[in-house]
């Protein structure tokens, strides 16, 4: 029997859609439609884990490779924008964010990897489950993160769904700050400074209308290599405070913060914080859609109506 099943096996990994292979014990790479589109890194030398790069169903890398690789012609700004990733700039005072080893400022946490979970290939999806501790820079752990990622077969589409649960280990509090939450770092070429647009679920367009208010997801789209592409941001109804707030500038970072009222606002007497109890859990997901066109022609007000059905 043995003989019979693991050929089959074999056979049906060969053949999956979307596949999902080891580049190391911390290194877990995707492919789709026989593909690459990202790497997931959540090694020792990391900070905090992140997907890099994100790639279009053409194959165009969408987010900034700096400071993972260096591309010349490239910005070298905010260096502890990697890719893709899910971390807060003031958790117990402690800054998760900005937490690169070669930044000044207030101490550093840090996302450290306690297990990687299950890997699964698939016809039409593909998965990493991973477990996670935030700590202190003593090491002591402040709350466990619990993270399934899913990636999607698609012919014009790629999408990655994002599903954490965070366990309170410690009393910990999500300060008010703009700097957070769940992000990622657009190239150059899309950014709003070149030709990048960014709009909400309501319409507003550009930075000055859309950067600080609260909508259920928001579009950036440019032009990268002639072909008009964008990535949508989906925020589940089920979220905590839904529909957040969005931290998403003209030079490229793109992020999701349902914390930095005080921040957004400009009003001190606002406070957005939120404090995880020992054994308190949240849980966020997310929904990342990168796409061709701009944002009607890729429906992303009936791609985030499909989402907010998923349970």
């Avoid at 752990?141 to 619990?146: G, I, K, M, V, W």
Wanted: proline share 6%; hydrophobic share 35%; glycine share 10%.
């Amino acid at each position: 029997m043995i003989r019979v099943l693991l050929p089959l096996a074999l056979c049906l990994t060969a053949f999956a859609q979307v596949k999902i292979t080891t580049q190391g014990p911390a290194e877990v790479a995707v492919e789709i439609d026989g593909k690459p589109f990202t790497v997931f890194y959540a090694g020792p030398e990391t900070t905090k884990p992140y997907l890099h790069p994100l790639r279009s169903a053409s194959g165009k890398a969408i987010t900034r490779f700096y400071p993972m690789e260096n591309v010349e012609g490239e910005t070298k700004d905010h260096i502890h924008h990697r890719g893709l990733w899910f971390t807060h700039g003031d958790v117990n005072g402690l800054d998760f964010w900005s937490n690169d080893p070669t930044q000044q400022g207030p101490k550093k946490g840090k996302v450290v990897l306690k297990q990687m979970g299950k890997l699964t290939s698939g016809a039409k999806t593909g998965s990493i489950a991973a477990s996670f501790e935030w700590v202190t820079s003593e090491g002591k752990p402040l709350l466990r993160e619990d993270r399934t990622m899913t990636f999607y077969s698609h012919p014009t589409l790629r999408i990655v769904d994002l599903d954490v649960t965070f366990t309170g280990i410690e009393k910990a509090h999500f300060g008010d700050t703009k700097e957070g939450f769940f992000a990622l770092r657009l190239k150059d070429p899309l950014i709003g400074r070149r030709s990048g647009k960014m709009v909400s679920a309501d319409g507003r367009v550009g930075e000055k209308q859309v950067w600080g208010k609260p909508s259920p997801w928001v579009d950036y789209y440019g032009q990268l290599d002639g072909e008009t592409l964008g990535v949508a941001i989906l925020d589940h109804p089920t979220n905590p405070k839904h529909p957040t707030h969005w931290h998403s500038r003209d030079y490229g970072l793109f992020a999701a913060n349902i914390f930095g009222e005080r921040d957004f606002y400009n009003d001190k007497s606002r406070d957005g914080g939120r404090t995880l109890e020992p054994g308190q859990k949240w849980r966020f997901r997310y929904r990342v859609i990168i796409h061709p066109g701009d944002t009607e022609s890729a429906n992303i007000k009936g791609l985030f109506q499909e989402f907010a059905k998923v349970k």
